[in-house]
């Protein structure tokens, strides 16, 4: 098991939040991500610290969540929290942990949640919301008045 799982500021990320710090504002440049996607992170990171017995009744994941929308937003949010969040050497993991991670982390396993139909063997497609539409001039397109 990697021994960097579950930090978050290294000496590395810690000096260069000083260094932009000291720089001009259009000098800074963003800091430099861990992962390069979301899946990345889901392996990396996420699933290895993360372990929770997913036994179909207490918890449910579908071995192939990336065809779950809700899934991939939620592990999105996530990475990008995370991401931002391990730049703050002080309270930044138990903020990614409260804030994030068991919030997103609970809806995810939830028997009920997007993975409701799945099991660890197979994907089964969720039935998705069909809402009639509103009638006409109900949510008028806010982003053309007062233009």
Known sequence: MNSDIGRFSTASSTSETEASAERPAEEQK???LVYGSA???LHEQLLPTYVRDVDGRAAK???EWYFHPEALSR???LWRAWEHL???GATGISVWWKD???HHMSV???PRGPFYKCDMQKHRDPEHLEPKKAPEGWFPDVRTQGA
Do not use: G, M
Request: glycine share 0%; aromatic share 10%; hydrophobic share 45%.
């Open 108 to 110: 995810l396993l939830d």
């Open 75 to 77: 592990v999105e949010a």
């Open 86 to 88: 391990r730049l703050d």
């Open 61 to 63: 994941w579908c071995i």
């Open 30 to 32: 963003p800091p430099e």
């Open 39 to 41: 899946e990345e992170f």
């Open 100 to 102: 994030h991670a068991d």
